[in-house]
């Protein structure tokens, strides 16, 4: 059977055009003197089968995505109205194709994860106290796989597809933050706590994504509780997170 | 569905008389089977048994349409239908594919019916900054007359060459504002566009939608604003006086499979109008295949080029603009082997523009055929030129010096003339994956000499190790050149036909107050705006089967210019060099 030779994405890297190229020939087999190259291609290195891309058997890329805290919350537990509750994340993805329908999607991302406390009467979390401001936030690591269906045929392109997502999430930092206004003249007192014991340092959540190539949409449901099991009587935060997904590949 | 039995066809009444008098020109047969029309009860028990039929294909015998699992089912047991097949089709159905590719060479055995399954992908449109269209900066200016003098535009024009009595498609997302545009005044005003259809939309307006297409016509029959007293202004293409035949085959934003199905319907129907040139200033690439499926055979257009260039017809394909991102390579229909694909070149420098997509092909087969500016001043909706970037204008540019050359020599088939235009590449016979065989010159473009002998400007001086190449020292001076008195005389800008001596064709230029005469035997004047480029060493390796290895291009400042290691010449391959119009090669 013969083998199929094709271009790597690698090697047509190496097409290098209107520079002074001297200093990388100087250890090329092809000696050049004194001239400039403006064009040049090496395209006999271009002999290994492309294995990774964006629908080829490996893929990887990092994504960076905003999403809102969503869904109800138990009583004394409230957040604010508002964009202000919401989950940051910055990560990569590896990607393993499967089938052309068919792939696993594993993530490890960094996430930042506010709750934005409403202050009003019957406040219970983390203490009835009201203030100006009052937010609890975590700093987690997030690992999470995904069976990935695509739909319709493409090219190499990544193309629609459905995620289902299940991971888990390691909160390497939590800080609990207040604003107040002590006394006129003073413009604001914050205050910031960290390495809060109330806090679930482990979590598990499950979701769904829907993507066009780049962009996504994700919405993740928390399993977990958010406090720790110590305090398992105090009322749960909003479970959900729905947002975007940008891709940078 | 296994033939085509029985279908009446008259191809006085289907055929147009200039698609008739094209075939009767290349000596091809009046019809074939390819042109017979599909069975008509095969396609009414088709739509009997379906929602949607999309495309009803002579060409491939087939019948695409919109079907459930269970409609497939059921059409497989339709009598005549051969296969059904997913379409597009799934990376395991290669055989199937194949089998598809045998059905255009025999129409009569079998016939496949195309499903469309689902569709996927996105065009990033090109948003020009907008431009004062009264104020033609002076760059823009000279770009635009660089654009046609590349191509020796003037030249043709003097000769009368600028694409009479031909017909060229151009199958593209839209022609918005073209119809308005003053630059198309006076194709408008002479009712050279002779026919448009929207394959989309079935309908004809195609002055909607996109005005990608009015920026390729730009360079095909668009004209700088008219000077004082009304005449003409200067053309920004080679085929002003051509007639043309309008497609919208592409959806803005969207890169769907129905676009290539629309390629196919209107390349047909330009077949049946008397296309004699089709241009397609479009690549798919990523968002559909994969690089190694760029082999002109996978896809639908690339196939459908093929066929349309058997039936006569010269298809001129952008080879695409991926040279700088992570695709590189060109796309399709631009893999097919019988479309000329044409590369870009950056005007500043007469070199490949790096986002003008690289060749091969997956198969190995030598692509771009040829190159022509990638950056241009063009026409754009609301009346305006602007200069844009891309391949899509360097196949335009190219389609309209082969129909000036077509009409110079009518009796070329469209494969002669594939050639031809291959041998006016100012690097032929060298060629790299860049520039192809270069930018075609009317001069070279001769069928009875393509490629005149040029005088040796170099030499192979072999080693103990090495091969250097070195330029002979008449070939290493720069010539001063002579301005002619007017750029734009006619007078001036004829070239020198076969049968004309230097002498004998020089410029006839008035004297001026105390001018002397131009002598008779005075070298050829300068053709300006003539783009003028220092003389770069183009050297590849190449295998025993012509597969290049490595290629460059030098800016050359001393005469020993190249040392190649002879170990690199083992096993047949090949050192190529070309320089000043000579090429030369050297194998151990």
Same mark, same amino acid.
């Given at each position: 059977?013969r083998t199929?030779?094709?271009f790597s ?7 290098r ?5 001297l ?12 001239q ?6 090496n ?6 089968? $492309?294995t ?6 490996w ?22 109205d ?10 990569g993805?590896?990607k393993?194709r499967l ?6 999607c594993?993530?490890l991302?960094?996430?930042?994860l506010?709750y934005?406390?409403a202050?009003e009467?019957g406040?219970?979390?983390?203490a009835p $106290? ?10 987690q ?9 695509n739909f319709g045929?493409?090219?190499n ?5 459905l995620?289902?997502?299940a991971? #888990?999430s390691?909160a390497?930092?939590?800080r609990h ?5 002590p ?5 604001s ?11 679930r ?7 769904a994504?829907l993507g066009?190539?780049?962009?996504a949409?994700?919405a993740r ?9 110590s305090?398992?009587a105090?009322?749960?935060?909003p479970?959900?997170?729905i947002?975007?997904?940008v891709?940078?590949? | 569905m296994t033939?085509?039995s029985g279908?009446?066809f008259n191809p006085q ?5 200039e ?16 042109d017979?029309?599909v069975?008509?009860d095969?396609?009414?028990a088709?739509m009997?048994h379906?929602?949607?039929v999309t ?5 491939f ?8 699992p269970a ?6 047991q339709?009598?005549?239908?051969a296969s059904v097949?997913?379409?597009?089709m799934?990376?395991a159905?290669v ?8 059905l255009?060479?025999?129409p009569h055995?079998?016939l496949s ?7 996927t992908?996105?065009?990033v ?13 002076a760059?823009?200016?000279?770009l ?17 060459l600028? !694409? ?16 308005d545009?003053p630059a ?6 002479s009712?050279?566009?002779?026919? $448009?259809?929207?394959?989309?939309r079935?309908?004809?307006?195609v002055?909607? #939608?996109?005005s990608?297409g009015?920026e390729v ?8 604003p008219? !000077? ?5 202004g ?19 934003h969207r890169?769907?499979?129905?676009e290539e ?13 008397g ?18 499926q760029?082999?002109g055979r996978?896809?639908?257009i ?8 058997r039936k ?6 952008a080879a ?18 019988s479309a000329?694909?044409?590369g870009g070149?950056d005007?500043?420098t ?8 690289y060749g ?6 030598r692509?771009p ?10 026409t754009?909706p609301?009346?305006?030129y ?8 360097s196949?335009?540019?190219?389609? #309209?010096l082969?129909?000036a050359?077509?009409?110079r ?13 291959e041998q ?7 060629f ?11 001069a ?7 490629a005149t002998?040029a005088?040796?400007t ?10 250097a ?7 290493a001076?720069?010539?001063a050149?002579?301005?002619p008195l007017?750029a ?8 020198p036909t076969a ?17 002397k005469p ?16 220092p ?7 190449a295998?025993r089967?012509g597969?290049l290895?490595?290629y460059?291009t030098?800016?050359?400042?001393q005469?020993l ?9 083992r096993?047949?391959?090949?050192l ?5 119009g000579?090429t030369? $090669?050297?194998?151990e």
């Amino acid at each position: 059977m013969r083998t199929l030779r094709y271009f790597s994405k690698s090697h047509w890297a190496r097409l290098r055009r209107g520079g002074l190229l001297l200093a990388l020939l100087a250890g090329a087999p092809v000696v050049a003197q004194a001239q400039q190259v403006l064009v040049q291609a090496n395209v006999a290195d271009d002999t290994v089968k $492309t294995t990774f891309g964006p629908n080829r058997r490996w893929f990887g890329h990092g994504y960076v995505a905003l999403g809102l805290v969503a869904g109800p919350a138990e009583a004394g537990a409230r957040l604010r109205d508002g964009l202000t509750s919401l989950e940051a994340r910055v990560g990569g993805r590896l990607k393993l194709r499967l089938s052309q329908s068919v792939a696993l999607c594993g993530d490890l991302a960094y996430a930042f994860l506010r709750y934005d406390l409403a202050q009003e009467a019957g406040k219970l979390v983390p203490a009835p $106290t009201l203030h100006q401001r009052e937010s609890l936030a975590l700093h987690q690591v997030v690992s999470e796989v995904a069976l990935r269906l695509n739909f319709g045929r493409r090219g190499n392109a990544v193309g629609s597809y459905l995620d289902l997502l299940a991971g #888990g999430s390691w909160a390497a930092a939590t800080r609990h933050r207040t604003e107040d206004v002590p006394a006129p003249g003073i413009g604001s007192v914050e205050t910031t706590e960290s390495g809060l014991p109330y806090l679930r340092r482990f979590g598990g959540s499950a979701g769904a994504r829907l993507g066009f190539d780049r962009y996504a949409l994700a919405a993740r449901y928390r399993f977990s509780p958010a406090f720790a099991s110590s305090y398992a009587a105090w009322p749960e935060l909003p479970r959900w997170v729905i947002g975007v997904e940008v891709g940078l590949f | 569905m296994t033939d085509k039995s029985g279908v009446q066809f008259n191809p006085q009444r289907y055929f147009s008389p200039e698609a008739r008098a094209r075939r009767r020109r290349q000596h091809l047969p009046a019809f074939e089977a390819t042109d017979l029309p599909v069975r008509p009860d095969y396609v009414a028990a088709i739509m009997a048994h379906v929602d949607t039929v999309t495309l009803v294909s002579r060409w491939f015998n087939a019948v695409s349409c919109r079907a459930t699992p269970a409609q497939a089912a059921a059409l497989r047991q339709l009598p005549g239908v051969a296969s059904v097949q997913r379409w597009p089709m799934r990376d395991a159905q290669v055989t199937a594919v194949s089998e598809v590719a045998r059905l255009v060479t025999a129409p009569h055995e079998k016939l496949s019916v195309f499903l469309i399954s689902q569709t996927t992908g996105n065009q990033v449109p090109n948003n020009p900054s907008p431009q004062d269209p009264n104020n033609i900066s002076a760059n823009d200016y000279l770009l635009a007359r660089r654009q046609v003098a590349h191509l020796d535009g003037p030249a043709l024009r003097a000769a009368g060459l600028q !694409g009479q009595g031909l017909r060229i498609a151009v199958f593209d997302v839209g022609f918005r504002g073209l119809p308005d545009h003053p630059a198309f005044a006076e194709l408008m005003d002479s009712k050279r566009i002779v026919a $448009t259809h929207d394959f989309l939309r079935n309908r004809d307006d195609v002055f909607v #939608g996109g005005s990608h297409g009015t920026e390729v016509m730009g360079c095909l029959a668009g004209r700088l604003p008219a !000077g004082s007293g009304g005449a003409a202004g200067p053309a920004l293409g080679l085929a002003p006086a051509a007639e043309y035949l309008l497609a919208r085959t592409e959806q803005l934003h969207r890169e769907r499979y129905a676009e290539e199905e629309a390629w196919l319907a209107a390349v047909e129907w330009a077949d049946r109008l008397g296309a004699d040139i089709i241009n397609s200033s479009l690549a798919y690439t990523e968002q559909r295949y994969f690089p190694e499926q760029m082999d002109g055979r996978r896809s639908l257009i690339a196939r459908a080029a093929n066929i349309a260039a058997r039936k006569g017809m010269l298809v001129v394909s952008a080879a695409g603009n991926d040279g700088d991102d992570d695709w590189v390579r060109i796309g399709t229909p631009a893999d097919a082997d019988s479309a000329l694909a044409i590369g870009g070149l950056d005007p500043e420098t007469g070199l490949h523009v790096d986002f003008s997509s690289y060749g091969p092909t997956a198969d190995r087969r030598r692509k771009p055929n040829l190159a022509a500016f990638g950056i241009v001043l063009t026409t754009t909706p609301g009346g305006r030129y602007e200069r844009l970037e891309g391949t899509s204008f360097s196949a335009p540019l190219v389609a #309209g010096l082969a129909a000036a050359l077509w009409q110079r020599q009518r009796q070329l088939t469209a494969m002669q003339l594939f050639k031809l235009l291959e041998q006016a590449g100012e690097l032929y016979p060298y060629f790299d994956y860049a520039h192809g065989y270069g930018r075609p010159r009317l001069a070279r473009a001769t069928a009875a000499a393509p490629a005149t002998a040029a005088a040796a400007t170099f030499d192979f001086v072999p080693h103990d190790s090495l091969v250097a190449v070195i330029i002979r020292p008449e070939a290493a001076r720069s010539p001063a050149t002579d301005l002619p008195l007017l750029a734009d005389d006619p007078a001036v800008n004829r070239m020198p036909t076969a049968t004309e001596s230097p002498a004998a064709s020089a410029p006839k230029t008035p004297p001026v107050g105390q001018e002397k005469p131009v002598p008779a035997d005075a070298p050829p004047l300068v053709l300006l705006p003539e783009p003028s480029y220092p003389a770069y060493l183009y050297w590849n390796l190449a295998d025993r089967r012509g597969v290049l290895r490595r290629y460059e291009t030098r800016a050359v400042t001393q005469r020993l210019v190249v040392q190649v290691p002879r170990r690199l010449l083992r096993n047949g391959d090949v050192l190529r060099v070309h320089f000043k119009g000579y090429t030369a $090669t050297y194998s151990e």
